[in-house]
């Protein structure tokens, strides 16, 4: 490959985390005029005043799609026949002694411990049984493809659909875990040499955080073994895939990235990502326009040719090169998402993981060198990747990429990027998560959202508060970084309306983009019917999904599925004994949502009440 082929591709390579950015929403899409009052318009998030912009029309938008007037849509969650139409009996005092049991702490704390025991004194099918009958029962759809069948059917009768998400983990101590993460995470390089790199700290393995599923209830956690047991996960996707597009037409399968190859690439491509941001921001202060929005910065073609020029990034041939193309620097400017694009020609993976210096304006390697096995990982990364991809197109499967830690994310999200540019060209297919308990959530979907807008492709989101904040938090005050996490919980709420508003605008004016609004939140739930209601998105057109956990929030799940609107249920499945670190994370994730508010289970009770009141002692759902 040419120096400047090897150059250019590195600049593909930068699309990832966007870091401490503010962008202006108005600016970059055609809006009606705004009715809010100047203070409505001016909001503090997380220290930063957002002020709305003056909507300027763009011409690449795509023109509004005349939507007929909509009797508005309400949703009583109050109203239990609706809510458990699809629940016998048997199913309603399950989820009360579930429920109740999750409110005892020494039970949850020690779950694992006491399922051990169980196992002991009863025996295997005992145990099994008594699963059955509580916890598995309660959040595990069934053992295998086959067993979950009814369970979908039924849902589905009811207006709910399917993620299916295969829930078998493997049952390592901590330092089991730890071993695997520090040999999967530090390369031949850093092990020969470990001072010799230019890595950042957040972005390298650290002992003390080792064990990644160290403070988290919410999420599955996978540990690098080798390539065959990436292998073997990724047929496990494929069989999800494969399965959620058997049982409905209109399915979703969700996957993780740390299942599918060594997670040093990700660690590595992540703090280059973040090191091309920061260059790009650097180009831009020599302009003098650092204290622009992210995307009306826009440099000056001849200009960033004279600097990159006397940088030594290239040779002025090969640099004008670099800016020709169908569009790019036609404007004579280049902005951050121009930037993203300019080059996609690379031979080798390892060529990404070269980064700026912006003492020398020298290219340099992140590592100094890489190993044979090591390209070859990062290939076969990608290529899972891409081979998952083509087959949830191939059976009509949403695919969803689970978000991750921080210092993963940059890299996951520049990845399922790559995947919605490629396979969302006629229809939504992949779906990326963002975390919106993150400061700078809303910059990385205006970003994601504007990209799509220029290149023309469905852009698909799901929305979730997050799963590693703990974790998060507490490796940012050890290791010595800016701790990610919005301060505190209404900061995030704030952060999550901020980021749906926009997304459901974003639908408003232009029908290619998508979003699951995974919460079980009902007051979130009611601000998204309430903005549709706003402006008239009917549920039937399948923009906006909502998406709750099996065995949790039926308040929320049935009465919207009854109502017409697209709901999904997260439907793990596995058996019983490879399923228990789930089990064990649902019993502490219901915990706290159990203590923090009783009105899911008073609202068991008066559904059980109403129906002995009512004669139905042997209540059956009809469908």
């Given at each position: 490959?040419?120096?400047?082929?090897?150059?250019?591709?590195?600049?593909?390579?930068?699309?990832?985390?966007?870091?401490?950015?503010?962008?202006?929403?108005g600016?970059?899409?055609?809006?009606v005029?705004?009715?809010?009052?100047?203070?409505?318009?001016?909001q503090?998030?997380?220290?930063?005043?957002?002020?709305?912009?003056?909507?300027?029309?763009?011409?690449s938008?795509?023109?509004?799609?005349?939507?007929?007037?909509?009797?508005?849509?309400?949703?009583?969650?109050?109203?239990?026949?609706?809510?458990y139409?699809?629940k016998?009996?048997?199913?309603?005092?399950?989820?009360?002694?579930?429920?109740?049991?999750?409110?005892?702490?020494?039970?949850?704390?020690?779950?694992?411990?006491?399922m051990?025991?169980?196992?002991k004194?009863?025996?295997?099918?005992?145990?099994?049984?008594?699963?059955?009958?509580?916890?598995?029962g309660?959040?595990?759809?069934?053992?295998?493809?086959?067993?979950?069948?009814?369970?979908?059917?039924?849902?589905?009768?009811?207006?709910?659909?399917?993620?299916?998400?295969?829930?078998?983990?493997?049952?390592?101590?901590?330092?089991?875990?730890?071993?695997?993460?520090?040999d999967?995470?530090?390369?031949?390089?850093?092990?020969?040499?470990?001072?010799?790199?230019?890595?950042?700290?957040?972005?390298?393995?650290?002992?003390?955080?080792?064990?990644?599923?160290?403070?988290?209830?919410?999420?599955?956690?996978?540990?690098?073994?080798?390539e065959?047991?990436?292998?073997?996960?990724?047929?496990?996707?494929?069989?999800?895939?494969?399965?959620?597009?058997?049982?409905?037409?209109?399915?979703?399968?969700?996957?993780?990235?740390?299942?599918?190859?060594?997670?040093?690439?990700?660690?590595?491509?992540?703090?280059?990502?973040?090191?091309?941001?920061?260059?790009?921001?650097?180009?831009?202060?020599?302009?003098?326009?650092?204290?622009?929005?992210?995307?009306?910065?826009?440099l000056?073609?001849?200009?960033?040719?004279?600097?990159?020029?006397?940088?030594?990034?290239?040779?002025?041939?090969?640099i004008?090169?670099?800016?020709?193309?169908e569009?790019?620097?036609?404007?004579?400017?280049?902005?951050?998402?121009?930037?993203?694009?300019?080059?996609?020609?690379?031979?080798?993976?390892?060529?990404?993981?070269?980064?700026?210096?912006?003492?020398?304006?020298?290219?340099?390697?992140?590592?100094?060198?890489?190993?044979?096995?090591?390209?070859?990982?990062?290939?076969?990364?990608?290529?899972?990747?891409?081979?998952?991809?083509?087959?949830?197109?191939?059976?009509?499967?949403?695919?969803?990429?689970?978000?991750?830690?921080?210092?993963?994310?940059?890299?996951?999200?520049?990845?399922?990027?790559?995947?919605?540019?490629?396979?969302?060209?006629?229809?939504?297919?992949?779906?990326?998560?963002?975390?919106?308990?993150?400061?700078e959530?809303?910059?990385?979907?205006?970003?994601?959202?504007?990209?799509?807008?220029?290149?023309?492709?469905?852009?698909?989101?799901?929305?979730?508060?997050?799963?590693?904040?703990?974790?998060?938090?507490?490796r940012?005050?050890?290791?010595?970084?800016?701790?990610?996490i919005?301060?505190d919980?209404?900061?995030?709420?704030?952060?999550?309306?901020?980021?749906?508003?926009?997304?459901?605008?974003?639908?408003?004016?232009?029908?290619?983009?998508?979003?699951?609004?995974?919460?079980?939140?009902?007051?979130?739930?009611?601000?998204?019917?309430?903005?549709?209601?706003?402006?008239?998105?009917?549920?039937?057109?399948?923009k906006?999904?909502?998406?709750?956990?099996?065995?949790?929030?039926?308040?929320?799940?049935?009465?919207?599925?009854?109502?017409?609107?697209?709901?999904?249920?997260?439907?793990?499945?596995?058996?019983?004994?490879e399923?228990?670190?789930?089990?064990?994370?649902?019993?502490?994730?219901?915990?706290?949502?159990?203590?923090?508010?009783?009105?899911?289970?008073?609202?068991?009770?008066?559904?059980?009440?109403?129906?002995?009141?009512?004669?139905?002692?042997?209540y059956?759902?009809?469908?």
């Amino acid at each position: 490959m040419s120096y400047a082929k090897f150059v250019a591709a590195l600049a593909r390579a930068n699309s990832g985390n966007v870091k401490n950015i503010r962008i202006s929403p108005g600016r970059y899409r055609s809006t009606v005029a705004s009715t809010k009052s100047k203070e409505e318009k001016e909001q503090n998030i997380d220290g930063c005043t957002v002020v709305e912009a003056v909507p300027v029309e763009l011409i690449s938008q795509t023109k509004n799609v005349t939507v007929t007037p909509l009797s508005k849509i309400h949703i009583d969650f109050d109203n239990t026949k609706e809510a458990y139409r699809s629940k016998d009996n048997i199913e309603l005092l399950r989820s009360l002694l579930v429920f109740k049991l999750c409110t005892f702490d020494f039970l949850v704390e020690k779950n694992k411990e006491l399922m051990d025991l169980t196992k002991k004194l009863l025996g295997q099918w005992m145990f099994n049984k008594m699963m059955k009958m509580t916890f598995y029962g309660q959040f595990v759809a069934g053992e295998d493809h086959n067993s979950i069948k009814p369970l979908i059917q039924k849902n589905q009768a009811f207006g709910v659909g399917a993620v299916l998400d295969y829930s078998v983990e493997e049952d390592l101590t901590q330092e089991e875990a730890v071993k695997k993460e520090m040999d999967s995470c530090v390369s031949e390089a850093e092990k020969e040499s470990p001072d010799a790199d230019h890595r950042e700290r957040k972005y390298k393995a650290h002992r003390q955080f080792g064990d990644r599923r160290g403070g988290v209830i919410s999420a599955r956690t996978y540990f690098y073994a080798d390539e065959a047991k990436c292998d073997n996960q990724m047929e496990t996707f494929i069989n999800c895939i494969t399965a959620s597009g058997g049982a409905s037409a209109d399915g979703f399968s969700a996957i993780k990235m740390t299942a599918l190859g060594r997670p040093h690439f990700l660690l590595q491509f992540s703090e280059v990502l973040v090191k091309w941001r920061r260059f790009f921001n650097f180009l831009s202060a020599q302009q003098g326009k650092s204290d622009m929005m992210v995307l009306e910065q826009k440099l000056e073609l001849e200009q960033l040719k004279e600097s990159l020029t006397k940088m030594g990034v290239g040779a002025k041939d090969d640099i004008e090169n670099w800016f020709t193309g169908e569009k790019l620097g036609l404007s004579g400017t280049i902005d951050l998402l121009d930037w993203n694009s300019l080059i996609n020609d690379t031979t080798k993976i390892s060529n990404l993981l070269m980064l700026p210096n912006l003492e020398t304006g020298q290219l340099e390697p992140l590592l100094n060198k890489f190993t044979a096995e090591e390209e070859r990982q990062m290939k076969r990364m990608l290529q899972r990747v891409d081979v998952l991809a083509k087959h949830a197109m191939q059976n009509g499967v949403r695919l969803m990429v689970d978000a991750e830690q921080t210092y993963f994310q940059p890299a996951i999200s520049r990845l399922t990027l790559e995947m919605m540019r490629r396979f969302n060209r006629e229809k939504p297919i992949i779906f990326n998560t963002y975390q919106c308990y993150l400061k700078e959530a809303y910059d990385n979907v205006t970003m994601d959202v504007e990209l799509s807008r220029r290149e023309d492709w469905y852009f698909g989101a799901k929305l979730v508060r997050g799963a590693y904040m703990y974790q998060e938090r507490a490796r940012a005050e050890e290791i010595g970084y800016e701790d990610p996490i919005n301060p505190d919980y209404e900061a995030t709420n704030r952060m999550y309306h901020k980021c749906l508003e926009y997304v459901l605008e974003e639908i408003e004016y232009n029908r290619k983009a998508n979003i699951m609004v995974a919460t079980h939140n009902e007051d979130t739930v009611k601000f998204t019917l309430q903005k549709m209601n706003e402006m008239a998105l009917s549920p039937t057109e399948n923009k906006v999904y909502f998406g709750q956990l099996l065995g949790m929030c039926d308040q929320i799940s049935f009465p919207l599925g009854q109502a017409g609107f697209p709901v999904y249920k997260y439907v793990p499945y596995g058996p019983v004994n490879e399923v228990i670190p789930y089990l064990s994370r649902r019993a502490q994730e219901n915990r706290g949502f159990m203590k923090g508010s009783q009105r899911e289970r008073s609202l068991l009770w008066k559904e059980l009440k109403r129906r002995v009141l009512g004669g139905q002692m042997f209540y059956k759902p009809v469908y």
